[in-house]
Nanobody, 116 residues
Framework: QVQLVESGGGLVQPGGSLRLSCAAS????????MGWYRQAPGKQRELVATITIGGSTTYVDSAKGRFIISRDNAKNTVYLEMNSLKPEDTAVYYC??????????WGQGTQVTVSS
């Protein structure tokens, strides 16, 4: 059974930093891409960043220059380093994994709150 375990969320002041981690286990097929989405109260879930097995990355415009996505293929783990955090970054952040069959898996979500 595939499990995605997220960690690293929490409360941080504006301008601060957080690092999210997501470890995938139970994968029967190779991982194609990994990424992070977020959902703020009353809003739709949106893509934050993705990274392919080859290391190609994409970011939502609001994250460019502030967030960095990376992965450790040997550990099936994806990271999201978030810097210069703003109150509008407050959301539940979800890990996303797409395997070689293009099946999609989701983590349980981790809360990120940016507030003074």
């Amino acid at each position: 059974q595939v499990q995605l375990v997220e960690s690293g969320g929490g409360l941080v002041q504006p301008g601060g930093s957080l690092r999210l981690s997501c470890a995938a286990s139970g994968m029967r097929f190779s991982i194609n891409a990994m990424g992070w989405y977020r959902q703020a109260p009353g809003k739709q879930r949106e893509l934050v960043a993705t990274i392919t097995i080859g290391g190609s990355t994409t970011y939502v415009d609001s994250a460019k220059g502030r967030f960095i996505i990376s992965r450790d293929n040997a550990k099936n783990t994806v990271y999201l380093e978030m810097n210069s955090l703003k109150p509008e970054d407050t959301a539940v952040y979800y890990c996303n994994v797409v395997d070689g069959r293009y099946f999609t898996y989701w983590g349980q979500g981790t809360q990120v709150t940016v507030s003074s």
